[in-house]
C-alpha cells in the first residue's frame, strides 16, 4: 500500500489532538497493533506540542504542517514549522531539556519520539523553523493474534 497526505493548521494547543487524530486515521489501513497506534500517537503529539509551544510561543496565526507517506507497512513523516528555530538541536535532544521550565514542561520529548521510532532526525534554523522527520514501521495485526 501506498498513500500520502498533508495536513496544515494554526499553532493552537486545541489542534494538537486534530494533529493526533488525523494520522491515526492515516495509518489505519495498516492495520496497528494498539501499542503501535499509542507509540505513533505520542510521537506526533510530540513534535506537534513543540512547534506549537517552542516554536511558534503560542503565537496562534501561525502553521504547523503535516506530511506524511505510507510506502508498504512504514510511515514517514515530517512535522514542520517557521518557528523561532532550536539553537542547539543536540541539547534539546537530551531528556528534560526544554526552553519552557516556567510552563512545568518536561522536557521536548525527543527521547520518548526517538525510542518510539525506527529512526529521527531534527533540522532547526533560527528564525526558520524547525523540521522532525521520523520513521516507523508497522506489523500489521495477524488473525491469530486478534483472536488472544
Avoid: W
Amino acid at each position: 500500500m501506498n498513500n500520502e497526505m498533508t495536513l496544515s493548521f494554526v499553532a493552537i494547543e486545541e489542534n494538537e489532538a486534530l494533529a493526533r487524530m488525523a494520522m491515526t486515521c492515516f495509518i489505519t489501513p495498516l492495520d496497528p497493533t494498539i501499542e503501535e497506534i499509542s507509540e505513533f500517537k505520542t510521537i506526533v503529539s510530540e513534535a506537534v506540542t513543540n512547534a506549537i509551544i517552542h516554536g511558534y510561543e503560542l503565537d496562534g496565526k501561525s502553521l504547523v504542517t503535516l506530511h506524511a507517506t505510507i510506502q508498504d507497512n512504514k510511515v514517514t513523516m515530517t512535522v514542520s514549522d517557521e518557528g523561532m528555530g532550536i539553537f542547539d538541536v543536540e541539547q534539546a535532544m537530551e531528556p528534560m531539556f526544554t526552553t519552557r521550565p516556567f510552563m512545568e514542561r518536561s522536557g521536548m520529548g525527543f527521547t520518548i519520539m526517538e525510542s518510539f521510532s525506527d529512526s529521527l532526525s531534527v533540522e532547526s534554523v533560527i528564525g526558520s523553523g524547525t523540521v522532525v522527520k521520523f520513521e516507523k514501521t508497522f506489523s500489521p495485526v495477524t488473525e491469530v493474534s486478534r483472536m488472544r
